[in-house]
């Protein structure tokens, strides 16, 4: 009976030791799981093309700059969720503080692990903005052949996960951007 009961002793021991390193294991997969797939990164926003239409400009006289941007705009969603935005709006401006037009972001949603595309009309102006321009800083780009500009937007929205955890991301953009005014082309794009 001494070693049947020792058997037995030794039987539970080995149980206790599965059952442990089971529990440890399974630790150790929920954690990995957590910090990789449950961590929620804030999505982010850049211009991929622009196009120009309807180009005017004089740089004699009131000097003053008009276009039409076609900005293709990618919201890129890093998370095991997706994206939901709200409408918003992209502002373009000249010299870093006159903001000479304004495009519609329609509200959308950036799929898992995708990036969303979409289109925006923005009308560029430097007449009547309200805003002042540097008229001799504005005279010596347009006489240069290139216009600077920059583009900003913020996409409020929610990230979800697993239809459970919802938080509030903002995704963001700054780029700037070089309009060749002869080729009425933009050649240099840089988004940060």
């Given at each position: 009976m001494l070693e049947s009961e020792k058997f037995k002793s030794r039987q539970n021991r080995k149980c206790f030791a599965y059952i442990i390193a089971g529990v440890v294991f399974q630790t150790i997969i929920i954690l990995v799981f957590a910090l990789t797939v449950m961590r929620i990164k804030t999505p982010s926003a850049r211009l991929r093309s622009v196009t120009v239409d309807n180009l005017n400009y004089s740089a004699s006289g009131s000097p003053f700059f008009s276009m039409t941007l076609n900005a293709e705009i990618a919201v890129k969603n890093k998370n095991?969720?997706?994206?939901?935005?709200?409408?918003?709006?992209?502002?373009?401006?000249?010299?870093?503080?006159?903001?000479?037009?304004?495009?519609?972001?329609?509200?959308?949603?950036?799929?898992?692990?995708?990036?969303?595309?979409?289109?925006?009309?923005?009308?560029?102006?430097?007449?009547?903005?309200?805003?002042?321009?540097?008229?001799?800083?504005?005279?010596?780009?347009?006489?240069?052949?290139?216009?600077?500009?920059?583009s900003l937007a913020r996409l409020r929205g929610k990230v979800t996960l697993m239809k459970v955890m919802k938080k509030k991301k903002t995704a963001e953009m700054n780029c700037t951007m070089t309009v060749d005014l002869k080729s009425k082309a933009v050649h240099i794009l840089d988004c940060e």
């Amino acid at each position: 009976m001494l070693e049947s009961e020792k058997f037995k002793s030794r039987q539970n021991r080995k149980c206790f030791a599965y059952i442990i390193a089971g529990v440890v294991f399974q630790t150790i997969i929920i954690l990995v799981f957590a910090l990789t797939v449950m961590r929620i990164k804030t999505p982010s926003a850049r211009l991929r093309s622009v196009t120009v239409d309807n180009l005017n400009y004089s740089a004699s006289g009131s000097p003053f700059f008009s276009m039409t941007l076609n900005a293709e705009i990618a919201v890129k969603n890093k998370n095991f969720g997706h994206f939901k935005f709200d409408h918003s709006t992209a502002n373009v401006s000249y010299n870093g503080n006159a903001v000479v037009g304004y495009g519609d972001i329609i509200k959308g949603r950036a799929k898992a692990r995708k990036t969303k595309k979409m289109t925006v009309t923005i009308d560029v102006t430097s007449i009547n903005t309200g805003v002042s321009v540097d008229t001799a800083k504005l005279s010596n780009e347009l006489n240069s052949g290139n216009v600077t500009l920059t583009s900003l937007a913020r996409l409020r929205g929610k990230v979800t996960l697993m239809k459970v955890m919802k938080k509030k991301k903002t995704a963001e953009m700054n780029c700037t951007m070089t309009v060749d005014l002869k080729s009425k082309a933009v050649h240099i794009l840089d988004c940060e």
